[in-house]
């Protein structure tokens, strides 16, 4: 519109198309215009540079770092300490700890001090890879760079301890230090407790008087989450049902921890009513589908149904969100020891026939790749139909599932006969094709089966 008409864009018009392309995600374009605006000798904001650096973060985007700093400093645009912070943390998430280092030392040519949280973003890095050593070493810089642990620093710290002795020491250094105890201190020592097998030390935080009354919830819905993860479910269901007593809602992680370690076959109306209490519709999904896989494993197929019908009507409009979890749906029924192939075919007929939803590949493939574990030809024949009839050709890996289910069964004359279809110009096709010969062999199906050698029956190669 501006280039119809012949006027050179404002500042204030640039930021505001920056910012709308921020809250689609659409971190490629904001920086698009960035681009259009610095060569039209106009300076983007500190505020734009750090909201497309959080966009980045929001949509997986970290790569996008290496992009951002090199046109800060091409264009000497005022990054401001919220900045780095941000550059860090996008580093460390692609793990360049290298990068997120030299960040470090280029504060000093901006004017710029470290800050506890440009530090806690690589102790986090450390953490998540399970480097404890490369985490401590952090704690260590800060020091040597007068820069003070901050609450999140020991926060981060009690999180990961593996022992009593650690969890003492780094609360009492916090509090020493003048540290505020915020509800993330008391939410670690929970995680840190539970970690240590210490769940009566655990249950005893939440009675903390220090926790403000408006976190005792969140603190609380933290120890069901502890609880749960560690097997502790019996307990955990105690602590929600004092949180529910109170008035209080639990918090939807908590509840997903739930749904996923509540596995008895008798839970489905406790984990049905658990469901209905989220109302984050991200969590809402990922309960749902693993409510789904819970009634896939007690084949309770009318619940599984239900439950595709919500999500299909709650989330009708994002069809890839869609297809996703049903892909995951498909592939936990393939990975299933034993599968249940006749109920994931109860599934396809279900999404295909009452929600008149497409197949997709993802779904089409897992459930072959169960009719392989199941040496069920009888059923990997039906599924190989429903490619033809949802309109998607064969490709390499739906021929190699279809090879493995004829070896599996047994029927070697069809396995040569799909071979000969085959693409085979891959070199890892070929290497794929020579595994299956090896592990689907006569004998090596005997041996399996516990079935004695026979040599003089076994058919040659």
């Known amino acids: ?15 505001k198309l920056i910012t709308y392309s921020c809250d689609l995600l659409k971190v490629h374009v904001a920086l698009d215009v960035v681009e259009q605006m610095v060569q039209g000798e106009l300076v983007p904001s500190t505020e734009t540079i750090n909201s497309i650096l959080h966009t980045c973060e929001e949509s997986y985007e970290f790569n996008l770092v290496r992009r951002i700093y090199p046109m800060i400093c091409h264009h000497n645009l005022k990054p401001n300490s919220e900045t780095f912070r941000s550059m860090i943390s996008l580093n460390v998430k692609i793990k ?53 642990p901050d609450s999140q620093t020991f926060s981060y710290l009690i999180h990961n301890c593996s022992n009593e002795e650690d969890i003492i020491k780094y609360y009492e250094q916090l509090k020493s230090a003048g540290g505020q105890i915020t509800k993330y201190v008391f939410m670690a020592l929970i995680n840190a407790y539970t970690t240590c097998g210490e769940f009566e030390k655990a249950r005893q935080v939440v009675l903390d008087a220090e926790i403000p009354v408006k976190s005792r919830s969140e603190v609380k819905s933290a120890l069901v989450s502890a609880l749960a993860s560690h097997g502790r479910t019996s307990d955990a269901i105690i602590v929600y049902e004092e949180i529910k007593e109170a008035g209080c809602n639990l918090e ?114 897992f459930l072959l790749g169960a009719c392989v574990n199941a040496r069920d030809l ?53 290497f794929v094709i020579q595994a299956c010969k090896q592990t689907y062999t006569i004998p090596s199906l005997q041996k399996e089966r516990g079935f004695e050698k026979d040599k003089r029956h076994t058919p040659p190669a």
Not at 1 to 15: D, F, Q, R
Not at 114 to 140: C, E, H, W
């Open 1 to 15: 519109m501006h280039a119809k008409l012949e006027i050179t864009p404002s500042s204030a018009s640039y930021e």
């Open 96 to 148: 360049d700890f290298d990068s997120a280092y030299s960040l470090l030392d280029d504060l000093k040519e901006m004017n710029l001090m470290p800050t506890a949280s440009m530090y806690n973003a690589i102790m986090a890095g450390y953490f998540r890879k399970k480097d404890v050593q490369g985490a401590l070493m952090v704690l260590k810089e800060m020091e040597q760079a007068n820069v003070k």
């Open 252 to 365: 939807p992680r908590a509840v997903i921890a739930l749904i996923e370690h509540l596995n008895s076959e008798g839970e489905l109306n406790r984990l049905i009513q658990l469901l209905e209490e989220v109302h984050d519709p991200d969590y809402w999904m990922d309960g749902c589908c693993r409510l789904i896989l819970h009634c896939v494993r007690f084949k309770q197929l009318s619940s599984a149904t239900d439950l595709l019908k919500q999500l299909k009507d709650k989330f009708k409009d994002d069809e890839m969100a869609m297809e996703y979890h049903f892909s995951e749906i498909f592939c936990q029924i393939a990975t299933t020891d034993p599968p249940d192939v006749q109920i994931g075919l109860d599934l396809l007929q279900f999404i295909k026939d009452e929600l008149g939803l497409p197949l997709s590949r993802k779904c089409l493939d």
């Open 378 to 430: 009888k059923r990997a024949h039906l599924i190989w139909k429903e490619y033809e009839n949802a309109g998607l050709p064969y490709n390499v890996l739906s021929y190699l599932w279809m090879y493995k289910a004829f070896l599996a069964s047994g029927n070697r004359k069809s396995a040569s006969k799909l071979l000969s279809k085959m693409p085979k110009d891959d070199p890892h096709v070929r």
